[in-house]
Structures are given as structure tokens and as C-alpha cells.
């Protein structure tokens, strides 16, 4: 009996989990702030003693994930109407590196240690301190990078170099059907995308697993009998 009780509500919690957790947005699921974290640990907590302990009643850890999420939206509603109010509830961008050189006290306010450091820094493909204009811990512990300019990576304007505007390419079918937010984007019907298919020897959408158009007109075609096989030709 008690198997049985898990299950069901194991196939009770986790919809709504995913409930809560779309509800929260996608700024929980790719950034944990101070009181994500919080909450994602708690909900955490919850859930694992509502599986595993039969003896709770059910509706109580349904109840505290409903209320737990609508906190955090709460919170997260706050943090946008007001800027003290999100200082208080958040870490702030913390400098740690400025012109060149190291914020031995901005390390210490925000305990990093210099090896923590350098491994942030490696990671975004520097190792030499000297290439760095400003390093800078995000409240979500990520580190961003300013390079000096003559360590810098050279842009086309930097180089005199006119290049072609690059846009998103527009999906036109995804998975054998018509998309149509990406045809009416790109000014297309069906008809029309269908005579371009049959023009390639391609007789029905139900043969392309993917197809997108670019800003210079390049309709991409992957078809599901050739997997890994692409073409490219221009619409």
C-alpha cells in the first residue's frame, strides 16, 4: 500500500512542480538568486519528505510548494518595482579587478579567494591577469570581463571590414508540418513553400524533419530519409 501511495504521489508532485516552476519564469531555472536558492531548497526539502514519509499528509507539501512559488513571485515582482527593495534581497555586481589590478578588499567582502578567481578567469580563456581592464562577480556568481583593448579581439569595424547584416533564420517547417508563425514572419503561404519543395524534388513537407529561411534568403532543408544530410539553396 504504501508503494502505491509514493507513486501517486510522485505523479501528483512533479506536474506540479513543473506547474510552479514555469509559473516562476526562466529566470529561476538559468539564475539562482539569494532567494531562488533559498526556495529551490526548500521546495526541495518539501517534496522529499512528502515522498518518502507516507505518514504526511498529502495536501500539506502540495499547499507549501503553491505558496513557496507564489513567494518567489512576489519577490521577483518586487525586485522589479523597486530598486532598494531588490539591493536588499540580492547580492550586488562586486568589481574585483580594475584597471589591471586586483581588489584584494572586494575579494575578501565577497569571499573569493584568488584561486577561485583564476579559475573564473580560465574558464573565459585568460591566463594572464595583465590582459584584464575590469572582472566583475555578477550576483549569480558568474564572472564578467572587460579585456584591455590591445588584448581585445578585433571586430570587423575594427579592421575596416564592411560586412552583410545577419539575422535570425525563421523556421518554416519543424518536424513534417508547416510552422506557421515562421511562414507569416517570412511573408510565405504554404503553396508557395510547397512549389519550392517539389522544385528540389521533395513532394511533401511530411519528407523535411526541419527547414528555416535566413535574412539573405537561404532556405536550409533537413529531411528525415538522409539524416545528417543537409541542403542549402537560395529561395
Same mark, same amino acid.
Given at each position: 500500500?504504501?508503494?502505491?501511495i ?10 506540479l ?5 514555469l509559473?516562476m519564469g526562466?529566470?529561476?531555472v538559468?539564475?539562482l ?7 529551490a ?17 498529502h495536501?500539506?507539501?502540495i ?5 513557496? &512559488? ?8 518586487g525586485?522589479?518595482?523597486s ?21 584584494? @578588499?572586494?575579494l ?16 573565459? !580563456? ?8 575590469? &572582472?566583475?562577480?555578477?550576483?549569480n556568481?558568474?564572472? @564578467? ?19 552583410k ?8 517547417i ?5 510552422? &506557421? ?5 517570412a511573408?510565405l ?5 510547397? @512549389? ?11 519528407d523535411?524533419?526541419?527547414? @528555416?529561411?535566413?535574412?539573405? !534568403?537561404d532556405?536550409?532543408?533537413s ?13
Open positions: 500500500m504504501e508503494y502505491l509514493v507513486g501517486i504521489r510522485i505523479l501528483t508532485i512533479f506536474p512542480l513543473l506547474i510552479m516552476t509559473m526562466k529566470r529561476q538559468g539564475e538568486t539569494v532567494i531562488d536558492f533559498i526556495i531548497i526548500t521546495i526541495g526539502n518539501v517534496v522529499g519528505a512528502d515522498i518518502v514519509d507516507t505518514k504526511i499528509n495536501g500539506i507539501p499547499l507549501a510548494v503553491v505558496m513557496l &512559488a507564489l513567494f518567489q513571485v512576489a519577490v521577483s515582482w525586485r522589479t518595482k530598486r532598494l527593495f531588490n539591493h536588499w534581497v540580492t547580492f550586488e555586481p562586486t568589481i574585483v579587478i580594475q584597471n589591471g589590478q586586483i581588489l584584494k @578588499s572586494h575578501k567582502r565577497i569571499r573569493f579567494t584568488l584561486d577561485e578567481l583564476f579559475e573564473l578567469l580560465r574558464v573565459k !580563456g585568460i591566463f594572464d591577469i595583465n590582459e584584464v581592464e575590469f &572582472a566583475i562577480v555578477e550576483p556568481g558568474e564572472l @564578467s570581463v572587460l579585456k584591455k583593448t590591445q588584448y581585445d579581439t578585433p571586430s570587423a569595424q575594427d579592421l575596416g571590414i564592411q560586412t547584416y545577419k539575422g535570425l533564420a525563421t523556421p518554416l519543424v518536424e513534417g508540418k508547416p510552422f &506557421a508563425p515562421g511562414l507569416q514572419f511573408g503561404n504554404e503553396t508557395d513553400l510547397l @512549389s519550392e519543395l517539389q522544385q528540389q524534388e521533395i513532394n511533401s513537407f511530411a523535411v524533419f526541419f527547414a @528555416s529561411i535566413n535574412s539573405e !534568403g532556405l536550409h532543408i529531411l528525415y530519409q538522409e539524416p545528417g544530410k543537409e541542403q542549402v539553396f537560395r529561395f
